[in-house]
């Protein structure tokens, strides 16, 4: 009988104490697109294809699509690719999950020489449209998490972008520039104040429930 392969993630006490320095400046999102109309295929991996990937590492699998590297970079693909997907009328989701300063995260370093030059920008910034949006952050390894938590839910209730807490998330009705504004925030505010950290985020357009 061969022996069993098992997985090991460090012994640290902090989270991203045991991974080399280039892997802590990484942001990833693993992102899924559904698009509820019989041409998902066209629409999926036509808004996949027409997303500058240049400045990202991106692998795209039968299960989801992943973005890593400068977070600017990754909130960029990220965007014009949701953006891209969008069609009038066609009820749309997409399910993302941010994080920075995985242990395990320790490919595709090279991407954070980048330059500052976002690649999708100019063409998707002057695109609007209403979006309904789930997020729960989850800070990892600490004791006081809860704090964190509330500084990006009060600063949601600020924009004035916040619809209502529900059970495990907080829901948000905005546009779709103002939502992604807003995900910087969160990135930023967590890239500076945590080792660790998950970001969800479900996105919804066109739904047909009311």
């Not at 009820?91 to 690649?119: N, Q, R, W």
């Not at 004791?143 to 916040?162: F, Q, S, T, W």
Request: proline residues 3%; aromatic residues 10%; contains cysteine.
């Amino acid at each position: 009988m061969s022996e069993k392969k098992y997985v090991t993630y460090g012994d640290s006490c902090s989270c991203g104490c045991g991974a080399p320095e280039g892997a802590k400046q990484i942001t990833g999102c693993r992102f899924s697109l559904s698009e509820m109309s019989d041409r998902y295929i066209e629409y999926i991996l036509g808004a996949i294809e027409k997303t500058d990937t240049s400045k990202v590492w991106s692998s795209t699998g039968k299960l989801s699509t992943i973005y890593r590297g400068k977070q600017i970079h990754v909130e960029d693909a990220v965007k014009a690719c949701f953006i891209n997907a969008f069609h009038e009328g066609v009820h749309m989701t997409m399910e993302c999950t941010f994080s920075k300063g995985c242990p395990g995260d320790i490919e595709g370093d090279s991407y954070l020489a980048a330059d500052d030059v976002l690649m999708n920008e100019p063409a998707i910034k002057d695109v609007h449209f209403p979006v309904a949006c789930k997020i729960a952050l989850y800070p990892m390894g600490i004791p006081d998490y809860m704090k964190y938590i509330a500084e990006v839910v009060n600063h949601a209730i600020d924009l004035g972008i916040y619809a209502g807490s529900a059970h495990y998330c907080t829901v948000l009705e905005c546009d779709v520039q103002d939502l992604f504004a807003y995900i910087n925030y969160v990135n930023d505010y967590c890239g500076k104040n945590l080792s660790h950290y998950i970001f969800e985020v479900t996105m919804s357009v066109n739904s047909p429930t009311k």
